[in-house]
């Protein structure tokens, strides 16, 4: 059986890694690939904000699921101290004794094979196989790749392959900046912006996709309230990127039943009180604002203001109030006072929340609804002037 062996600290895992195996198991004939994340490297230190090495094992998982020759091995996280190839190679000589291993390499981990610790017991049970990039490296690789056969008797393999010119510190950038769904894919994407991983972000057509596909009928509010929140947190001062946020998925569970809300506040760990529970337009904000930090890792500011988002609360922050009244005047809204809700929400923001509070409590007493405490207490607050 030919097993090619895969390591690296896969930080974060990528597209372009899941193409390098693909080339290696094509070139080289693999039966199985072994993926193995690096735990703690020896000859580097990891940047700041690297994930544990269980979240980059997971990580790496989900990227070569793809791929059916692939499996992915928490090897080196079992072990203590730094991760040295050979240790690894050793156990994986010891399960298969009768295999040809593969140990795949780039060009510079290849060109610097001489410093591995052990490089010499190395060697002789491994076929070092290399990742040649079209930069003219090729011929620096034969080369040295002679000096080791006569040093060490070793074999080598050429593996042609597109290598992705990006670095990982670029894939990071990438993905903090609201990019690199193509870098990585859809189901490695989603698990970065769900943990926020890197500091991933998520971009705003993705984030939306998802909103709509599961609110569909919301899409005009839902789009119209994220325009609102941008010119709003732009005139205010807001974050732009977390005020996007909140209004694309302020409400992402508006279109369930409240059996299926419900059962999302229990699985999120939320507790609506028993007006909200009964009261479809204040349990999905409840329920809205669990899934966004569960599922799409929203920041604390971000959830919150999902979460008041119908009632206001005493204390509002800039983003709250801006989520409020965007939902409030977004330009589908069509109702006698929108005009002057839309006037004050430029000239005083906090004038304009209480506005919106008095014309709520004005409508629930027509209905001869109870308007929920903390709204009343949300405008209580604003009259005592925010003390």
């Known amino acids: 059986m030919k097993i090619g062996i895969f390591g690296g600290t896969f930080n974060p895992p990528h597209q372009g890694h899941l193409q390098a195996a693909r080339a290696a198991i094509a070139a080289l004939a693999l039966d199985r690939l072994y993926v193995i994340p690096t735990k703690t490297p020896p000859h580097k230190i990891l940047p700041e904000g690297t994930p544990a090495p ?18 992915v091995l928490d090897l080196e996280l079992q072990r203590p101290g730094l991760s040295y190839t050979l240790d690894t190679v050793l156990e994986i000589r010891r399960l298969h004794p009768e295999s040809e291993l593969y140990l795949l390499l780039g060009t510079d981990m290849f060109l610097s094979l001489d410093f591995w610790d052990r490089v010499e017991e190395l060697l002789p049970l491994v076929t070092p196989s290399v990742f040649a990039r079209a930069d003219g490296q090729r011929e620096a690789i034969v080369a040295y790749a002679k000096q080791l056969q006569v040093r060490y008797g070793a074999a080598f393999r050429l593996i042609d392959h597109e290598v992705l010119e990006l670095s990982s ?47 569909p009928r919301r899409q005009a509010h839902t789009e119209g309230t994220e325009e609102e929140a941008i010119r709003l947190a732009t005139y205010w001062g807001a974050d732009v990127g977390e005020a996007r946020e909140a209004a694309i998925l302020h409400d992402i569970t508006k279109g369930l039943d409240s059996g299926e809300q419900l059962r999302l506040c229990e699985k999120y760990g939320m507790m609506p009180d028993i007006q909200e529970r009964e009261n479809g337009k204040l349990l999905h904000a409840i329920s809205g604002a669990g899934l966004a930090r569960a599922e799409f890792g929203v920041c604390e500011a971000v959830f919150e ?6 009632t206001g609360r005493p204390g509002m922050t800039l983003l709250d109030k801006v989520l409020y009244t965007a939902d409030y005047i977004e330009p589908n809204r069509n109702f006698p006072e929108v005009s002057k809700l839309r006037e004050l929400a430029y000239t005083d923001l906090d004038a304009a929340v209480a506005y919106g509070l008095e014309l709520t409590a004005e409508a629930l007493r027509e209905k001869g609804a109870v308007l929920h405490p903390r709204s009343k207490a949300a405008a209580e607050w604003f009259r005592r002037g925010q003390s």
């Open 54 to 71: 269980e979240v980059r094992y997971h990580l790496a998982q989900i990227l070569f699921a793809e791929e059916p020759v692939a499996e």
């Open 169 to 215: 510190t670029e894939i990071r950038e990438i993905l903090s900046a609201r990019g690199g769904l193509e870098l990585v894919g859809e189901a490695l994407y989603s698990e970065l912006i769900r943990g926020r991983y890197y500091d991933a972000k998520p971009d705003f057509a993705w984030l939306r996709e998802k909103a709509f596909l599961q609110n």
């Open 305 to 310: 203001a999902i979460l008041y988002h119908t």
